[in-house]
C-alpha cells in the first residue's frame, strides 16, 4: 500500500432482482496503487466496477472517495465525482460522430468547464502520451480497436483523475492489440498513476500490480500482493484458478 486511501468500498452489495451479484465486498485503492481485479467471467467484477462509478446503484454499502461516502450525495453531483475516478471501457465507448481530438476534449470543456485551448492543449498531451497524436483528425470508425483504447485512454487521463478504473480494457481487443494497450498500461503503472484494473490478463496482474483481488461469485475470495496471490495462494478456489491460467 503507497499512499492514502482514495477509495474505500465497504460492506457494497449488489442484487438484480433475487440475484445477489456482490456480497459484502470490502478493500481498499491507495494512492500510487495498482489493484488488479481478477476471477471468472460472471464472478462479479465487472458490476463491482460499475458500481464504484455509479454506473450501477449498489443495493447497500458504502463507497468512499477520500473518505466521504459518495452514495449519500445528491444524483447533481456524480459528474464530479466521476472526473475524479475515471472509467476505460471494454467497448471504448468514443463518440463516432467526433474526431479523436474532440472526443478527448468533450469531458474537459463540459464537466470540467475547460477553456477550449486550455483543453486543446491537454488532450494533445494525453495523447501524444498514448501514440495517438498523427491520428488527432481521424474518426472512431478509421482506427483500429487498439487505437480506439489508447484514444479512450487518452480521453480518461485527460480529466486528471486521481485513480482510473479499467473495466477488461483488452477483452474486446485482436490478440496483436493486446500488446500495445497493456504496454500503455504499463508506463502509466510505472509513472505512479492509481489503477484499478478488472483484467482476464494474468501476466499483467502479476507483473504490474501491487494488489491483486480474485473473486469467484460475488465475493472476494482472496487478496495480497501479486507475489503472494500468484506464488503462494491459501484458498482452494484460487489455486484451481491460477492453475487453469498456467496451463493457458
Do not use: W
Amino acid at each position: 500500500m503507497n499512499g492514502e486511501a482514495v477509495l474505500e468500498i465497504r460492506h457494497l452489495s449488489k442484487s438484480f432482482g433475487k440475484n445477489e451479484v456482490l456480497k459484502d465486498i470490502n478493500f481498499s485503492v491507495h494512492t500510487g496503487d495498482v489493484t488488479c481485479i481478477i476471477g471468472a467471467s460472471g464472478s462479479g467484477k465487472s458490476t463491482l466496477l460499475r458500481c464504484i462509478n455509479l454506473l450501477e446503484t449498489p443495493t447497500s454499502g458504502e463507497i468512499l472517495h477520500r473518505g466521504e461516502n459518495i452514495l449519500t450525495r445528491t444524483e447533481v453531483s456524480v459528474a464530479p465525482y466521476r472526473a475524479k475516478v475515471g472509467m476505460v471501457f471494454q467497448n471504448f465507448n468514443l463518440f463516432n460522430n467526433m474526431t479523436v481530438l474532440d472526443n478527448c476534449m468533450v469531458g474537459m470543456l463540459k464537466v470540467l468547464k475547460k477553456e477550449r485551448k486550455a483543453a486543446r492543449e491537454t488532450a494533445l498531451y494525453y495523447l501524444g502520451k498514448v501514440g495517438m497524436a498523427p491520428y488527432i483528425n481521424a474518426k472512431p470508425r478509421q482506427l483500429s480497436g487498439g487505437q480506439k483504447q489508447r484514444v479512450a485512454i487518452a480521453r480518461a487521463l485527460a480529466m486528471e483523475p486521481e485513480v482510473l478504473l479499467f473495466d477488461e480494457p483488452t477483452s474486446a481487443l485482436d490478440p496483436q492489440m493486446v500488446g500495445e494497450v497493456l504496454t500503455v498500461m504499463r508506463a502509466l503503472a510505472k509513472e505512479g498513476l492509481t489503477m484499478l484494473v478488472v483484467t482476464h490478463e494474468m501476466a499483467f496482474a502479476r507483473d504490474v500490480s501491487s494488489h491483486v483481488v480474485y473473486m469467484a461469485d460475488g465475493v472476494i475470495c482472496e487478496e495480497g500482493p501479486p507475489q503472494e496471490l500468484f506464488g503462494n495462494p491459501k484458498m482452494q478456489s484460487t489455486k484451481d484458478f491460477l492453475a487453469r491460467f498456467r496451463e493457458q
